[in-house]
């Protein structure tokens, strides 16, 4: 089994390149983001609530994502591997799903995290805010609360994976096709030195 994590800020391009790397590596797509988006879309409690948090650019409760992380992961049993796309997003998160990937006999193999200058980021999500129906993409002052969350929290899950030797950096400015391209050829290295 092999698992990777996609990481990056908001707007980094992980929906759309993580589509690229499921079909390529016949990975099972495990958006956090997709799973909530689906509970507030049928106005679920756990969405409403979701969609209260998250339209205060705020992050949902861990315990709340790792409960959806393992039933997806029950699920698809049989997967050939996970493609974790925005998640671990806190410390506690990546702790919690190292325990849970240890229960299931398996683990984190490779984190990339797509790497995109903060200016692009708010042009890329102001302009998905127009088509996609997110309201946490429509707003400047939005956007950038959520990346001030996502440095304070999420860095320190770079820093423990790349303790593990398992981080490796991503340029993510340029094509999808060239992003795409970095992307596999790490993976690609990864898997040839196992």
């Given at each position: 089994m092999f698992n990777l994590v996609l990481f990056g800020p908001p707007g980094s391009g992980k929906g759309t390149q993580a589509t690229n790397?499921?079909?390529?590596?016949?990975?099972?797509?495990?958006?956090t983001g997709d799973l909530l988006r689906n509970e507030i879309a049928n106005k679920t409690p756990l969405g409403l609530e979701a969609k209260k948090i998250m339209d205060e650019g705020q992050l949902?409760?861990?315990?709340?994502?790792?409960?959806?992380?393992?039933?997806?992961?029950?699920?698809n049993a049989l997967?050939?591997?996970?493609?974790?796309?925005?998640?671990?997003?806190?410390?506690?998160?990546?702790?919690a799903l190292d325990?849970?990937?240890?229960?299931?006999?398996?683990?984190?193999d490779l984190v990339l995290a797509l790497q995109v200058n903060e200016e692009e980021l708010v042009r890329r999500l102001?302009?998905?805010g127009k088509t996609?129906?997110?309201?946490?993409d429509t707003s400047e002052e939005v956007i950038?609360?959520?990346?001030?969350?996502?440095?304070?929290?999420?860095?320190p899950v770079a820093q423990h994976y790349k303790e593990a030797d398992k981080f490796k950096a991503i340029p993510g400015e340029g094509s999808i096709d060239d992003i795409f391209a970095r992307l596999s050829a790490a993976i690609d290295d990864y898997k040839s030195e196992q």
């Amino acid at each position: 089994m092999f698992n990777l994590v996609l990481f990056g800020p908001p707007g980094s391009g992980k929906g759309t390149q993580a589509t690229n790397l499921i079909e390529k590596y016949k990975l099972v797509h495990l958006s956090t983001g997709d799973l909530l988006r689906n509970e507030i879309a049928n106005k679920t409690p756990l969405g409403l609530e979701a969609k209260k948090i998250m339209d205060e650019g705020q992050l949902v409760p861990d315990e709340v994502v790792i409960g959806i992380i393992d039933n997806c992961l029950e699920k698809n049993a049989l997967a050939q591997g996970f493609l974790f796309d925005g998640f671990p997003r806190t410390l506690n998160q990546a702790k919690a799903l190292d325990k849970l990937l240890e229960l299931k006999k398996t683990q984190i193999d490779l984190v990339l995290a797509l790497q995109v200058n903060e200016e692009e980021l708010v042009r890329r999500l102001l302009e998905r805010g127009k088509t996609s129906g997110r309201s946490d993409d429509t707003s400047e002052e939005v956007i950038r609360k959520r990346f001030q969350v996502y440095s304070n929290d999420t860095e320190p899950v770079a820093q423990h994976y790349k303790e593990a030797d398992k981080f490796k950096a991503i340029p993510g400015e340029g094509s999808i096709d060239d992003i795409f391209a970095r992307l596999s050829a790490a993976i690609d290295d990864y898997k040839s030195e196992q």
